[in-house]
């Protein structure tokens, strides 16, 4: 039986997933792309990197191809943004609705690399996400590929629905608190 090419999943516990969200390491792994957080305003968290930030004094810049050095990724990483989501998220009430798109760090990504089995050798690597939705109401993930050119095969997308299945299972299936959606 293949795997569907697009998992989605509601946690029963808003309350719990949110801890792991905003106050674990969970989803450390992760950078963010983008954010959007409804309170008493909208804030709009576009997670791109701006490099020219990161030049120190006497305009010597910082070696931005190191690969330990933040300059070197195109996004912040989740860890980087949490404690600003958590102070505008935390409250006695809700937010309004929030949305995030996560995208799978470059290292977590080279090691689901290895397990796929590439049909074709045109076929790159893609952005693996997560998206992280608040309604209001409940919570919900979906998982997602994003490919630069168009590919009919969907090696990249079953392996990335497993290990989101996995993962999210590994985190929150043990505690009763999540089911998934096909």
């Not at 809700?94 to 949305?99: D, E, H, I, T, V």
């Amino acid at each position: 039986m293949e795997v569907p090419s697009l998992i989605s999943f509601t946690p029963k516990s808003s309350k719990e997933f949110m801890t792991s969200l905003l106050l674990s390491e969970t989803f450390d792994q992760y950078e963010l792309m983008q954010g959007e957080i409804t309170t008493f305003n909208t804030f709009t968290i576009n997670g791109f990197l701006q490099k020219d930030f990161f030049i120190v004094g006497d305009d010597k810049p910082v070696d931005l191809s190191s690969p330990t050095h933040i300059g070197a990724r195109e996004y912040s990483t989740w860890a980087e943004v949490k404690p600003i989501a958590l102070h505008i998220i935390k409250g006695k009430r809700a937010p309004l609705q929030f949305k995030f798109t996560l995208r799978l760090a470059t290292k977590e990504t080279q090691l689901i690399e290895k397990q796929v089995e590439d049909t074709t050798s045109a076929t790159s690597t893609p952005s693996l996400l997560l998206s992280i939705r608040f309604d209001g109401q409940q919570i919900t993930c979906v998982s997602g590929t994003n490919h630069a050119s168009f590919t009919i095969d969907k090696t990249w997308e079953h392996t990335w629905d497993r290990y989101v299945t996995q993962f999210l299972s590994e985190h929150f299936q043990e505690h009763s608190n999540l089911h998934a959606h096909v």
